[in-house]
């Protein structure tokens, strides 16, 4: 490293922008608001407010659900439904219509039996017959109509004869099945 | 008990068609009255359902009824299914309400977790015997079932195959209305009075009724007594298996008996059944509904 004579000295200089000089104007800034014309109805408003809720109407209308536990293969408590006709004298035929019986008299030993003096004694019987559903078994023209001897559904009936036993003023009868057991 | 099945708890509500409104809310929480054909399916006995729509996963789906006026809730039954092997639905509370208008508005209060709930079709004619939750909610207008679906497909909609409730209309409410008596006139038939227990095929039986008019004013116009099937029928039809009469001896498959004054009673009516030998075995189900044509 070596020594030289010379000096050195630094120069700073701030460079602004030059300006125009003074003018003799005057400014005054203005400030504005610029709204939306309003108009001042005459008319009255009035919001109305509205829940929908769910149409809903009370039922006059009664029901009352039926079941069935189970329809099952088994032993059928007998019925009887009417006579036909109603009433006869010793030796008439009389029609019985019912169901519960059986697919035969054997099934279930079917017995028609006519209560006299305390006692029920057997009828004999004939002409046992199991009625198949008709045309309107089980729709809504279904009917029993004991007049005129219609059954639409399936049904039984069996003939029997007033015994010369039966009195005045006439007596009960009654089906009387056996399950075999 | 009748036959191999325990007696229902009360008398079922049939709401598709007692001017009760069912309703379904989706994700979005606004809530859509049902069609006529999904609240039969769901008030029926059969697998068939009624099918929610697509809703955002994990999000409360609600399905219920308003009733048309204050009732006391005493028994549910509820099968759901899910539509899609890849997601699983959960029933997380049963609610009722008696101030809401549409079920999303008003107060609704949970009764936690249903006691039960069935999340499969198969064999329901049995489970709607068996599995009836039991209940006590008196007056109230509104029950709904909270449910919440979780999925990892596309399919978000669920089944609703039953949804059946039990319960009465509550003391004072809906006065002018008939109902179903006992052959005395003296009460109100059970709900399970007329449950034929077991029926053999080939047997018939009769069971004795009365219709009430209830109103303290109003005259019940031209009753009509008739027998309505389940929406689930079967071969020889159930209703078709039924007759009325007002003599028990001529029978049909309706009944016109005229008028009801003011708190009168019927004639006694004979409701028969005659279950032919080919008559399809299991559990069945019709009901006997009385209409008057007015009430003035």
Known sequence: MTSVPDAYQYIYENVGIPTNGTVPGSYQYVYENVGIHVIPASLSYQYIYENVGFGVYLSPNAYQYTYESEVLDEFPNPKIWFTRPGAGKPRDGIMVYGFGWGATAGTYDFELQMEIEDDWIPLSISGFQVVAAGVNGYDENRKIDVGNAIITMQHQRVLILIPNEAVIPGSRIRVKTDDGA | ?296
């Open chain 2, 1 to 296: 008990m009748a036959g191999l099945y325990p007696d229902v708890p009360s008398h079922r509500m049939p709401y598709h068609a007692d001017g009760s409104v069912a309703f379904r809310i989706n994700g979005d929480g606004t809530p859509t009255e049902m069609s006529a054909v999904d609240v039969a399916k769901m008030n029926d006995e059969g697998a068939d359902y009624a099918e929610t729509q697509n809703s955002l996963l994990g999000v409360n789906v609600y399905v219920g009824v308003l009733f048309p006026e204050k009732r006391n809730l005493l028994g549910y039954f509820l099968c759901a299914k899910r539509l899609s092997t890849s997601s699983f639905l959960i029933v997380s509370a049963i609610e009722v309400s008696s101030d809401s208008t549409n079920g999303a508005d008003g107060t609704w209060t949970s009764l936690g977790a249903p006691e039960s709930w069935e999340d499969d079709p198969a064999g329901l004619s049995l489970k709607i015997r068996e599995n009836i939750a039991s209940v006590s909610q008196l007056g109230i207008t509104g029950v709904r079932f909270n449910f919440y679906l979780y999925s990892s497909g596309t399919n978000y909609k669920f089944a609703i195959n039953a949804m059946h409730f039990y319960g009465v209309i509550a003391s004072g409410e809906n006065p002018n209305r008939l109902e179903l008596w006992d052959s005395a006139g003296t009460a109100r038939l059970g709900g399970a009075d007329m449950d034929w227990g077991n029926a053999a095929r080939g047997s018939s039986d009769d069971i004795e009724f009365t219709v009430k008019n209830l109103s303290a004013t109003q005259t019940a116009n031209d009753i009509t007594v008739a027998i309505e099937a389940s929406p689930t029928e079967t071969t020889p039809p159930v209703a078709g298996q039924h007759l009325l009469s007002d003599d028990g001896v001529n029978f049909a498959s309706y009944l016109e008996i005229g008028n009801l004054a003011p708190g009168a009673v019927s004639s006694v009516l004979t409701l028969r059944r005659i279950t032919p030998d080919n008559a399809v075995l299991g559990l069945w189900v019709a009901k006997v509904v009385a209409t008057p044509d007015s009430m003035t």
